[in-house]
């Protein structure tokens, strides 16, 4: 059973699958049909395609040349019309070109600098293509007449937008500058140049630049003499102010000045001046001043004017040197973009030249005056140091403000000024050896202490410019180098120089006091002295001395002491007439009386002498003039004392009291007189 249902199932299948190929038989022949119909369309496509190829390829090459023609015919009309622009450009820009550049916009300027433009290029191409062409040369015309228009209206726009500075902008500019140490400071008017004309000019410098005409000569020709005015108004308007706060023409006036109703005869002068000379002294013990020789009213006020003057002169000087780095700056900013960076220092070093020369001639002459000054030992001569700290301290502005142009100029000033300020020092000195001035003849404090003292001070105040000025000098090196242990190198060499000067100066009072008798001569030296000694104490100075001199101190107070010891010498004669060569017997004889009328003649004359004459001199400071009639004191009554006790009431004259005139309190009394009268 199974085996039938088996074979059953076998031709079922088999069945089936007859069918199948049947059908793919079937499928077959429809393919193969109608692939035959399809190959025999493609076949009559191809030979179409085969026909129509044939007909089009001939007409793609003519339609290729047509086009490469088109495609020539245009590139020669782009080409003719361009070069029909460079036939044309002389004549469609002439108007323009003679018109002139419009420089009251920086647009108009802009239309100008195109037609330039268009001008050079047509230039280029004649030049390559056509140099024998005719055009070119009205092109050539054209163009130099629109480059001499510009450069006309450049220089037409910078001498409208240029004027010098007023002399109080630019002292608004320093007084500014030293306040805030702004590099952009405004000052109302300090800039003469609108926006607008600022970027019209450097339109055309840039097109002038570029085209190899830059416009330096007309910027030198402009700037610098405006520059230049700006500082001569400015150095006169500071002489003026100077002129106008100096004492100096009311002291001319005053002096000339002859008033009949008012005249006084010379006696009653010098009793008057003197009156005054003694109030001015008691007053110097108080302020720390002295007067020295006695001069004439007039002579002091019109030294003092013109010490005053001396000083101002040198604040105008480094005034000027401020001036003239704010126009640097100025200049410097001002041709930023109009001329090409390469060209830049040598225009900014031939604008500023002349207003360098006229610093430089500045300073000269303020140095000169320092010098001159400290030929007389006058204190003003240490001012030109104080142009000089000005000077170093502008010197980093002034390169800022001349770069990229060398400020070589700047630096040798510099190097003259300090070397004026050298020799100043030497002539302070020189001076000090050679002042003929005596002194007063009441042997009070000389001129020269006082002006010393003023000068050392004045020179303190400048330690760090001075001392690294000594150093370059190969004496102070050398002393310098033989000192060792001082931190301090500048106050080390100013501390030399003042040695130099003190010594030099004591030289002098020794010289000067030799035309005294001894004991004024010891008030004089005395005084001088002990105002020095006081004067360095109270200023510092003292202690910046001991740097080179430890004992210097010491060294016054020794020669106090040598001075004190000299003045009491000068009663030895005095004492000599109350010393008897023998003791005198218990009964006087005729001899023995006179003796003693000898004897107390000789002391009374001799002591009258030297009150009349002591009297006169002169001792400002109070302690000293205390201890100097202490010391009389001591010196004089102990051996008058006993002199007197001892042979006073002996009677060795019918009239004693022609020969005993002095008492021991009388002696005192007028002994406490004495100094009082100049003190």
């Not at 204190?379 to 070589?408: E, K, V």
């Not at 430890?550 to 020794?558: L, S, T």
Request: charged share 25%; net charge positive.
């Amino acid at each position: 059973m199974y085996a039938m249902e088996k074979k059953f199932e076998i031709e079922m299948k088999l069945k089936r699958e007859m069918t199948n190929i049947q059908e793919l038989k079937a499928a077959a022949n429809r393919s193969m049909s109608i692939a035959n119909d399809v190959c025999n369309v493609l076949g009559a496509c191809e030979q179409r395609l085969q026909q129509l190829e044939k007909a089009v390829l001939p007409l793609y090459g003519n339609t290729a040349r047509l086009q490469q023609i088109h495609q020539n015919m245009e590139r020669t009309v782009k080409s003719l019309d361009h070069v029909i622009n460079y036939y044309m450009v002389s004549r469609e820009l002439a108007d323009l070109i003679q018109a002139g550049p419009h420089t009251a916009s920086t647009d108009g300027l802009n239309i100008y600098l195109e037609a330039l433009d268009k001008l050079a290029e047509a230039q280029n191409y004649f030049n390559k293509n056509n140099p024998q062409s005719v055009e070119l040369e009205n092109i050539n015309q054209l163009y130099n007449t629109g480059v001499l228009k510009l450069e006309a209206a450049f220089e037409e726009l910078l001498s409208r937008n240029t004027r010098p500075l007023s002399p109080t902008t630019l002292m608004d500019m320093i007084a500014l500058e030293e306040d805030s140490s702004v590099d952009s400071i405004s000052v109302s008017g300090s800039n003469s140049t609108s926006g607008s004309a600022v970027e019209t000019m450097r339109a055309a410098a840039a097109w002038l630049s570029a085209a190899g005409r830059p416009p330096a000569g007309p910027l030198l020709a402009i700037r610098a003499p405006a520059a230049k005015n700006s500082l001569i108004a400015f150095k006169d308007y500071l002489r003026s102010r100077s002129m106008a706060a100096s004492p100096l023409m009311r002291a001319k006036n005053m002096l000339n000045r002859v008033d009949s109703t008012t005249r006084r005869t010379s006696k009653i002068q010098k009793v008057l001046e003197k009156r005054a000379i003694n109030i001015m002294m008691k007053a110097s013990q108080t302020t720390g001043l002295a007067i020295g020789p006695r001069r004439s009213i007039s002579d002091a006020y019109m030294e003092e004017c013109s010490e005053t003057l001396d000083e101002r002169e040198v604040e105008a000087a480094g005034t000027l040197a401020a001036a003239v780095c704010r126009l640097a700056r100025r200049e410097q900013r001002h041709a930023l973009g109009l001329v090409p960076l390469p060209r830049l220092p040598a225009l900014l070093s031939a604008q500023l030249k002349d207003c360098l020369e006229l610093l430089a001639t500045e300073v000269d002459r303020a140095c000169s005056r320092s010098r001159k000054a400290a030929s007389r030992c006058s204190s003003s001569a240490a001012a030109c140091w104080s142009l000089l700290a000005r000077l170093q301290r502008l010197q980093p502005d002034l390169q800022r403000a001349m770069h990229p142009a060398s400020p070589a100029p700047y630096t040798a000033l510099l190097q003259n000024c300090q070397h004026h300020c050298l020799r100043s020092l030497e002539e302070w000195v020189e001076g000090v050896r050679s002042d003929s001035a005596a002194g007063a003849v009441d042997g009070t404090v000389h001129q020269l202490p006082v002006a010393a003292l003023a000068y050392c001070q004045a020179l303190a105040t400048h330690l760090h410019v001075i001392g690294p000025a000594l150093s370059t000098e190969a004496s102070y090196a050398r002393a310098a180098g033989q000192i060792t242990g001082v931190q301090d190198r500048n106050a080390l060499m100013l501390s030399i120089y003042f040695r130099k000067v003190l010594a030099q100066l004591n030289l002098s009072l020794r010289n000067k006091s030799e035309q005294y008798p001894e004991a004024l001569k010891a008030i004089f030296l005395l005084n001088n002295t002990l105002y020095l000694l006081q004067g360095l104490q109270r200023s510092g100075i003292l202690d910046m001395l001991a740097l080179s001199e430890p004992d210097c101190e010491a060294g016054y107070r020794r020669m106090i002491n040598e001075y004190k010891t000299n003045y009491l010498k000068s009663w030895n004669k005095l004492l000599s007439h109350i010393v008897l060569e023998e003791p005198l017997p218990a009964k006087l004889r005729d001899k023995d009386r006179q003796v003693l009328k000898d004897k107390f003649s000789s002391f009374n004359r001799e002591w009258e002498e030297t009150t009349r004459a002591q009297r006169g001199y002169s001792v400002p400071d109070p302690e000293l003039r205390e201890t100097l009639k202490r010391d009389n004191k001591e010196a004089l009554l102990p051996p008058y004392s006993a002199f007197y006790a001892h042979y006073a009431a002996l009677p060795f004259s019918k009239n004693p009291d022609k020969y005993v005139k002095y008492t021991p309190l009388q002696i005192t009394t007028q002994l406490d007189g004495y100094f009082d009268e100049a003190a």
